[in-house]
């Protein structure tokens, strides 16, 4: 018989739906429940393309004699972390801070006041590695809990206590300048990996703010080192298991530092971050390899991520149905031996496949699988023949049992992709990808944007048309804030610029301190035993910085004085942090590369329909500048219209002109595309 959670909209807890755990969504009606009992609550935290929550799910929540003494001796509560991320971002906060560690599944012990006294993540059906299984941890739990309750109310009071005392006051840290950002360059540099790119060992994640910063760093100052690091970083990752070879797209990471063998789930996230990080390594190089990149991640997103009403699923699980055992194990839909490429391509051009892709008799990956790779200098001979190679093997793939998808659209992931299509879509003139950024914009709005009562807020997450429960957080209104900006300046439609000014007004009112800094929940948003404030990256840019970097570009498209000084004073913590941490805090300081550099704003008036227009916007576009803001529209308004930068804007001998002005002092005007091309960096793609 379902659970309680069979009401709820979330994959994740639709996947537990029918487990014999009577679970509880978060909700006080849960707290109640154990306060009533005077039981502890089991918090259980994961989401739907997490490997090792499928495992757990499997040992534990579905077995009958666990769950019966889950029910007995407590209150369950299943949470889906990209629904609630401050549930989430609260408790792995403890979590890290009492064991050093953390991941999902988390797995935490609270009293009815919410306050934990007990943590951990995975634990396996029986004793192993030291670890204890997950029914010792119930017993244990459930002993202290009735023998002990004065320790454990005390332990719960001094893990909030010292939370608490973890608040950040970064407001008058002052804004970073060019010695921090050189600074944080140096700290990359130690950190870097020269002989298979990226940073750290394994498990190797891909540095998309990073390298976002590298890109901005290089632009700004002419640093080689910098735009090496990014390019060979970029080389590496395409060439390696974590790239899809076949359909496009990143998995989550890499296990090994080699970028072979990914943990296979691929996240929304990751994906428009990368696609948008490849086009502007393009638009700074040139590199065929990052314009092919940029454009099969492109494709992935919209092939095998948009949803039928228009936005981007969350992910695509990592497991999938292996075809020769029936069983849900990692990596079955991506993984091939020789003898698979032979039986699709025959002996000869399996066996050359085999050679292209890294795909060895002893395999790379399990049971003598291989995950594909291109290890090599891709074969320009056989250009052709590798095109129809690809092709048949990926037919091939498509009839092997496909890996889950997380329907739920994230309000936040779908305003990184919008940026992401809008500006491949300008880039590589592909006006489809536009439409599709257009389309999901359109939905966030329709769906997302919420007034009921009055009180106006941005919904987290929408699935199947219907908006969710949970009301946004700062990263929302920062990447949907960001999209919007970005495609104002690809369509020239300002009502994308009006619809971001809303949402960041939002942040001023409601997300920001007195001092500066910001917060993840807004100022009315459910009172947690902490309010969330982590202005570090995840595998997102934080909600913090992506809040600076669109005050940012907000206030050079508008002159706004208020969101300048926001964004200024958010960056306190890039000029604390960045020197010190720079791989945790990537999207600061590509921000704080674009407020060094103005950022420059780029007016670009002409008659629609002109293609001398549609060259100086181009061109506007593809600018290395960091960060710079581009409005395009007719001449002629006093007051700008739908841009304020086109205010008093005017042809230049009856000519399409582009104005790019820093600080609101500007050059003069120029109908020359390779004029303007100088003045915003050297685009040599």
Not at 333 to 341: C, E, F
Request: aromatic share 8%; charged share 25%.
């Amino acid at each position: 018989m379902p659970n309680r959670l069979a009401n709820e909209t979330s994959p994740y807890l639709l996947q537990h739906a029918d487990n014999p755990v009577d679970w509880w969504p978060w909700s006080p009606e849960a707290f109640a429940e154990a306060r009533e009992r005077g039981v502890p609550v089991l918090l259980s935290v994961g989401y739907s393309s997490c490997h090792w929550c499928h495992v757990l799910a499997g040992e534990s929540f579905e077995d009958e004699r666990v769950a019966a003494y889950m029910n007995e001796h407590f209150v369950n509560v299943k949470v889906d972390r990209e629904e609630r991320p401050d549930v989430d971002a609260v408790y792995m906060e403890a979590v890290q801070a009492a064991t050093g560690q953390g991941g999902w599944p988390m797995t935490v012990f609270l009293t009815a006041d919410a306050e934990p006294f007990y943590f951990g993540t995975y634990f396996p059906p029986e004793p192993r590695h030291g670890m204890p299984s997950f029914t010792q941890v119930l017993e244990g739990v459930r002993a202290a809990w009735v023998d002990r309750p004065e320790e454990v109310a005390e332990v719960a009071q001094k893990i909030v206590r010292d939370l608490a005392g973890r608040q950040l006051d970064y407001g008058k840290a002052g804004t970073p300048g060019p010695e921090e950002l050189a600074q944080a360059l140096l700290g990359l540099t130690r950190e870097y990996d020269a002989t298979h790119g990226g940073f750290g060992g394994a498990p190797k994640f891909p540095p998309s703010m990073v390298l976002e910063f590298l890109l901005r760093h290089h632009a700004r100052t002419g640093a080689e080192g910098a735009l090496q690091m990014a390019a060979d970083t970029c080389e590496a990752m395409a060439r390696g298991g974590i790239y899809d070879q076949l359909g496009g797209g990143f998995a989550r990471y890499s296990v090994d530092r080699e970028w072979v063998v990914p943990h296979f789930e691929k996240m929304l996230y990751d994906n428009a971050l990368l696609c948008r990080v490849y086009a502007h390594l393009w638009r700074a190089t040139g590199s065929d390899l990052a314009r092919r990149v940029a454009l099969e991640t492109a494709d992935f997103m919209v092939r095998e991520l948009r949803t039928a009403q228009g936005g981007f699923a969350s992910a695509l699980d990592a497991d999938s149905e292996d075809p020769l055992t029936g069983e849900h194990v990692e990596g079955a839909y991506y993984a091939w031996t020789p003898a698979q490429l032979r039986e699709v391509l025959g002996e000869a051009d399996g066996d050359l496949a085999a050679g292209w892709f890294g795909v060895t008799e002893e395999g790379t990956f399990e049971h003598g699988t291989s995950v594909l790779r291109l290890p090599q200098d891709g074969p320009v001979a056989e250009a052709g023949k590798f095109a129809e190679v690809r092709a048949r093997l990926l037919a091939a793939r498509d009839r092997r049992p496909t890996p889950g998808r997380d329907d739920k659209v994230v309000a936040a992931w779908n305003g990184l992709a919008v940026a992401a299509l809008a500006e491949c879509g300008a880039y590589f003139e592909r006006p489809d990808l536009v439409e599709r950024a257009t389309e999901a914009a359109d939905l966030l709005v329709r769906l997302h944007f919420d007034a009921t009562g009055g009180r106006v807020r941005l919904a987290r997450t929408s699935k199947d048309g219907r908006a969710g429960a949970n009301a946004g957080v700062l990263e929302d209104y920062g990447d949907v804030a960001e999209g919007f900006l970005a495609l104002a300046a690809v369509t020239g439609e300002g009502v994308w610029l009006e619809f971001a000014g809303f949402l960041l007004d939002l942040v001023l009112d409601r997300f920001t301190a007195e001092d500066g800094t910001l917060y993840d929940t807004a100022h009315d948003a459910e009172r947690l035993i902490r309010r969330p404030q982590d202005p570090t990256d995840t595998a997102a840019p934080s909600g913090w910085t992506a809040a600076a970097g669109a005050l940012l570009s907000y206030a050079a498209h508008t002159g706004s004085e208020a969101h300048r000084t926001a964004a200024e004073r958010a960056l306190g913590v890039v000029h604390a942090l960045g020197p010190r941490v720079p791989r945790f805090i990537g999207h600061g300081l590509a921000v704080a590369e674009a407020l060094l550099d103005g950022p420059r704003e780029v007016a670009v008036v002409g008659r629609p329909g002109d293609p001398a227009l549609a060259a100086l916007h181009r061109t506007a576009l593809l600018g290395t500048a960091p960060g710079a803001v581009v409005a395009v529209g007719p001449p002629g308004a006093a007051d700008g219209g739908e841009f304020p930068l086109l205010a008093g804007r005017t042809l230049v001998e009856d000519r399409p002109a582009a104005y790019v002005c820093r600080h609101f002092v500007c050059a003069r005007p120029t109908t020359d595309p390779a004029a303007l091309a100088d003045e915003l960096g050297t685009a040599r793609a």
